[in-house]
């Protein structure tokens, strides 16, 4: 028999879970774009969005998802043949470095593999490498959604710094942007993208890029820039349209403004890390609860490496496929297919998924996803260890 009639919860590490009020506030007749209310709307979260990078700088908003974002950081900072960093510890930096070098960039890529962190001694000797200072960027994410890594970035941004290297330091933090701790301005990033369909629990469709007085120096130079793309227009616009660079995403801002809402003014940004914190070591104590004796494994081992909106899982294959289909159709819970671990056609593959932790969750979704989990490694009988749910629930109920 299947129990999934109900709410459905889409766990899976985005699009993450829209709130309900974010839908109502996207259901309504379309605004005037030329003047009043939307005009103070937008207006009004430009400082919010800065709020939630903790930036001092500046925010331009596309119509875009992730990788229009990454384009757009790319073409506003970076001329043909320019040569960039990339940090690779999963699959997200390899797909925007890929990016780079489609437009022409010349990319230097150090892969740290699919289950470790960003090692500072490696950077701190590329950097001292170069002798020339030919790197103009360097590309990292905060979140690796693939492999479920976290990079500290305060160390990263003080390594580059203490090289004296003048590379611009670009961030890609779409997967934990309002899930964890992001401090722009004080860790030293000069560029964050960002998207609003994870962390900012509104649809896909709008992407943000955060940046400084240095990119905007840059930007005079970069030769990739086309029209649409070119951040300038976007920021203290003379006509309100050039936010834009035509008609408003209206709903989709309709949506956001009723997010920001909710985590600045309502739940506050520190107990929002706090909360994904917390539900993302429940989360960890179940899998090692169910790992004890069987194959089920974290793909991080250190606690202090892994993000907090997004956990990586491994199994012998096929039960992660297996596991996946039976949550979705007798419980009501999609679970994150495994990214970039095994090519598809690989019978691997069917050993890897993912669990998201991400944006509009709470305990009783986090308690639930994990006991129907739990149910379904009895019902398809793959060998875990027992405890699981009590392991969550003593950390939930830790205040
Ligand atoms: C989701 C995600 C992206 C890509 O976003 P799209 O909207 O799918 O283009 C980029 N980087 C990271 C780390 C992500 O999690």
């Known amino acids: 028999m299947s129990l999934s009639q109900g709410r459905h919860y889409l766990a899976i590490p985005g699009p993450s879970v829209i709130p309900d009020r974010v839908l109502q506030a996207m259901h309504q007749a ?52 320019d ?26 890529l150090i892969d740290f ?30 979140t690796d959604t693939a492999s479920s890594v976290r990079n500290d970035l305060a160390a990263l941004g003080e390594c580059i710094r203490s090289s004296g290297h003048p590379a611009l330091y670009l961030v890609d933090s779409m997967a934990s942007l309002a899930c964890e701790p992001f401090e722009m301005d004080s860790w030293g990033v000069d560029l964050m993208v960002a998207g609003s369909q994870k962390g900012l629990m509104t649809p896909p469709g709008l992407g ?20 649409y793309w070119d951040l300038r227009p976007r920021i203290h616009p003379e006509v309100f349209y050039e936010y834009f660079f035509g008609t408003a995403p209206t709903h989709h801002l309709f949506g956001l403004r009723e997010a920001l809402t909710m985590l600045l003014e309502e739940e506050g940004l520190e107990a929002a890390w706090d909360r994904h914190a917390k539900l993302s070591r429940a989360v960890w104590a179940a899998f090692d609860a169910w790992g004890r004796g069987s194959s089920i494994r974290l793909n991080i081992t250190d606690p202090k490496n892994r993000s907090h909106s997004v956990t990586a899982v491994s199994m012998d294959a096929p ?22 671990m095994a090519e598809p056609s690989d019978p691997a593959y069917h050993g890897f998924f993912r669990v998201a932790h991400m944006g509009h969750v709470n305990a009783h979704m986090t308690l639930g996803m994990l006991a129907v989990i739990d149910a379904g490694l009895k019902a ?12 969550a629930s003593r950390v939930v109920s830790e205040a």
Request: aromatic share 6%; net charge neutral; charged share 25%.
């Open 380 to 391: 398809l009988n793959i060998p875990h260890g027992e405890g699981a749910i009590e392991a």
């Open 208 to 227: 943000f890029m955060f940046f400084n007085q240095r990119v905007l120096e840059a930007r005079k130079k970069a030769d990739l820039v086309t029209p």
């Open 319 to 340: 039960h992660a496929t297996e596991l996946r289909r039976w949550t979705e159709k007798k419980s009501g819970v999609t679970l994150g297919i495994g990214l970039g």
């Open 113 to 142: 593999g699919k289950s470790a962190p960003v090692d500072l001694d490696q950077v701190e000797a590329k950097l001292k490498a170069d002798s020339n200072r030919s790197y103009k960027a360097i590309l990292v994410v905060q």
């Open 83 to 108: 040569r960039v960093l990339a940090l690779s510890t999963g699959r997200f930096a390899i797909f925007w470095a890929g990016m780079a070098e489609r437009l022409g960039v010349e990319v230097d």
């Open 30 to 81: 379309a605004p005037n774009i030329y003047e009043g209310a939307l005009h103070e709307m937008v207006e009004g979260m430009i400082p919010d969005l800065n709020r939630v990078a903790r930036s001092s700088g500046e925010v331009a908003i596309y119509i875009a998802n992730g990788h229009g974002t990454w384009e757009a950081a790319l073409t506003n900072i970076l001329s043909r043949g």
